[in-house]
C-alpha cells in the first residue's frame, strides 16, 4: 500500500483528530501518574528553580508522555477509528 492510499485510510475529520488527540492525552496522563507525582512533589515550593532542580522528574516524565503521545500512536487510533466506523 502507498503513502497516498495509507493517508486516504486513515484520513478523520478535524472534530474527530482532536477528540481521539485529547483522549491519548488523557491516557497519558493516567499511564503516567507516577511521574506526575514525582514532577509535583519536587515542584513544590519552587518558582524558577524548578527548571534545574527538577530536571531528572521532567525528563521521566516526558519520557513516560511520549510513549503514549507519539504521532505512531495517533495513526492507531485513527486506524482502529476508521475501521471502527467501517463496521
Known amino acids: 500500500m502507498g503513502y497516498i492510499e495509507e493517508a486516504r485510510e486513515n484520513h478523520?475529520?478535524?472534530k474527530v483528530e482532536e477528540a481521539l488527540r485529547s483522549k491519548m492525552k488523557a491516557k497519558a496522563?493516567?499511564?503516567?501518574?507516577?511521574?506526575?507525582?514525582?514532577y509535583a512533589e519536587c515542584a513544590v515550593g519552587r518558582t524558577i528553580s524548578v527548571v534545574w532542580s527538577c530536571r531528572k522528574e521532567a525528563k521521566e516524565l516526558n519520557e513516560c508522555l511520549h510513549q503514549y503521545t507519539s504521532d505512531s500512536v495517533?495513526?492507531?487510533?485513527?486506524?482502529?477509528y476508521t475501521q471502527q466506523q467501517q463496521s
Open 12 to 14: 478523520v475529520k478535524k
Open 29 to 38: 496522563l493516567k499511564e503516567c501518574v507516577l511521574y506526575t507525582s514525582k
Open 74 to 80: 495517533l495513526e492507531e487510533m485513527k486506524k482502529a
